[in-house]
């Protein structure tokens, strides 16, 4: 009975070591997703401000209406706080605000933009979102080499940890 629990336990101790290393490597891969994401996005936003001249509520409300990503539900969150606050706050809050694998430098470089959102004439918008673009690219780079440097490390140390306990455990 003692080494049936003892076995279980060992088990456990090392399943949620390894489940750990596999999250923290998971957000490597998630932010590399997410900033892509952004750009995609960014893209429809430049392309509707300069071509349909809708108001921002409405272009943030057809962009959240698809729901496939968590990029598209700052979105709604945007259009949602729009009731409430002017473009630049919502803009800026619901970045900072949003549960995804962005860290604090990407969302500075997103909230940038939030300065000239309906502030400026569209081709001002327009040209701040190719500038806000071409830093995206520049994070994706960044995040594409953090990724290939620490995925790997964060599976591997999650094994290599539990692994440690068990041995030491029996």
Do not use: H
Not at 38 to 46: G, S, T
Not at 83 to 106: G, H, M, P, T, Y
Not at 111 to 117: A, F, M, T, Y
């Amino acid at each position: 009975m003692y080494y049936c629990i003892k076995t279980i336990l060992l088990i456990a101790i090392f399943s949620m070591s390894t489940a750990i290393g596999i999250q923290i490597s998971k957000m490597y891969e998630n932010r590399v997703k997410e900033l892509k994401q952004f750009k995609n996005i960014l893209n429809i936003l430049k392309t509707k401000i300069k071509f349909t001249y809708e108001p921002l509520k409405d272009i943030f409300k057809q962009i959240s209406q698809e729901k496939s990503n968590k990029i598209e539900e700052i979105f709604e969150n945007m259009t949602y706080k729009l009731a409430f606050e002017d473009v630049k706050s919502s803009w800026r809050d619901s970045i900072q605000e949003a549960d995804i694998s962005l860290n604090q430098e990407d969302k500075d470089v997103l909230k940038e933009l939030g300065k000239v959102l309906g502030q400026t004439d569209a081709d001002s918008q327009v040209s701040e979102i190719e500038v806000t673009e071409n830093f995206l690219d520049m994070q994706i780079e960044k995040a594409e080499e953090s990724r290939k440097k620490n995925q790997k490390i964060y599976k591997t140390l999650g094994i290599l940890i539990g692994l440690f306990f068990v041995i030491v455990l029996i």
